[in-house]
């Protein structure tokens, strides 16, 4: 345990320990252990139901894991696989909604990832009217906002268009650089070239593979 | 303090948006209310309905009509407050859950909630009473508007509870209309014969249907019956408070837990939680 917070010091990361999680007597999570360093771009793929986005949701904190430990260092930011937006409010509205809960001095960092997905023209759209596509890239936005240094993403870009798909890629890899730490949760493994470290989740447990290789 | 009053007049207004684009409640507020309470005023026989008023101990005597108009109108506005709360709750809960998870307060959250029932329930109130006031002259208008009030902030409070707790909208619809129209059908004399039996005591809007009854014949003041109502309220206001404690929970602890070794026998999640999402660094090129 020391050996693993003295790993962690100074940057962001995640560090995941013994991870066990069931949905009453159905096993997800059989002892997952992960660790997730400052500038590095990992990817956790794995099948439909190989618990990937019930990982994403621990580390999260969006559910409590059975047993285990996860443990965070720096700001978070989490793009769940579901897109969670409000129909109602428009895309301005929703940036200034998160501004007020992050406590943003400005909306200046959420308008370069607009530009950079390109749907700043989208501002004063209501989310109930947006396309699919342009509904997951302000999913994406939100998480994305705050300058987090640990990126925690479930499947950011369904419903992407190529150029789009590829523009994420540039996107985490700059993040990447800047030294952030960005884990990115897919059920593909096209993108394995793209990554740092890939992991693969099967059986409940997370198995390092070699990233490029899948 | 000046944060959370900030942090609470956004949400309020992002709060009030959100129910002024829920257009089916909007059409429900302008055409349902009207329509009701002037339906059942022009349908319903306007000969005398003998009864004992348990609020005040008097024996009444009202026409048929304005006596069903009063409980049409509970059954109005508790209607379109539960319903627009359900709503808000059932397709919110994820969102508020986000919310609560960057950072913004729980408290200030609730709070806008609150505000915006009371705000969406004051005018309904006004609103129906207004309505009636065309067709007959209540003793006490205001008592009415409360009662009204009273009722429909209940019925907004369980609408936040079954919009927390059932998992399909059908079922928070059918259950909300269900408990409205069994709650105040069974206190009309007119269509209940047991409107007297102890029992449509313990129903969730008895205050509001003997004070607007009040308020219709009589006039006499019945400030333990509004406080009854205001009672139910709080109680169906905690549950709902409580749903939506539950359901905007951080599994992972508060900063400045230490992670020990020891805690994780406890077969307990050990986490450090991020020193937070309301902090603001200089922004990296993304």
Known sequence: ?214 | MRRHLSLFATATWYDLIEHGRNRFAMLLVVFFIPTWVGLVYLTIPDRATPFQLAATGERLAPAGNELTQITGALNAVTLVTGFMMFAATFTGGRFDRRLAMAGYPRTDLVLAKAASLILASALLAAYATAAMCIAWAPKQPYLLAAALFCAALTYGAMGVVMGSLLHREVEGMFALVMTSVIDIALQNPVVSAGADNPLTRLLPTYGSVQAATAAGFSTTPVPAYLSLQLLWFAATALLGLLAFHHRTRNALPRPGRPVTAESRDAAALETQRAPAAGQNSSPSSP
């Open chain 1, 1 to 214: 345990m020391a050996t693993l917070l003295t790993g962690l010091a100074g940057g962001g990361a995640v560090e995941v320990r013994g991870v066990y999680h069931a949905y009453r007597r159905r096993v997800v999570l059989r002892g997952v252990d992960f660790g997730l360093g400052p500038g590095v771009l990992a990817g956790i793929v794995g099948e439909n139901g190989a618990g990937k986005t019930t990982l994403l949701k621990i580390l999260a904190g969006e559910l409590r894991a059975d047993r285990g430990m996860v443990h965070h260092r720096g700001r978070f930011g989490y793009c769940p696989q579901e897109v969670v937006l409000n129909d109602a409010l428009t895309v301005r509205q929703h940036l200034e909604f998160f501004k007020a809960a992050f406590a943003l001095a400005d909306l200046r960092h959420a308008e370069k990832v607009m530009e950079t997905l390109r749907f700043s023209q989208y501002a004063d759209v209501r989310a109930g009217a947006l396309s699919g596509g342009t509904r997951q890239k302000l999913n994406l936005t939100l998480a994305l906002m705050h300058d987090p240094q640990v990126l925690l993403l479930d499947e950011p870009y369904q419903g992407f268009d190529w150029d789009t798909y590829q523009r994420f890629w540039e996107l985490a890899a700059r993040l990447r650089d800047a030294g952030r730490s960005v884990l990115v949760v897919s059920h593909l493994a096209y993108d394995g070239e793209r990554l740092d470290e890939l992991w693969r989740l099967e059986a409940g447990t997370l198995r390092r593979e070699t990233a490029g290789a899948a």
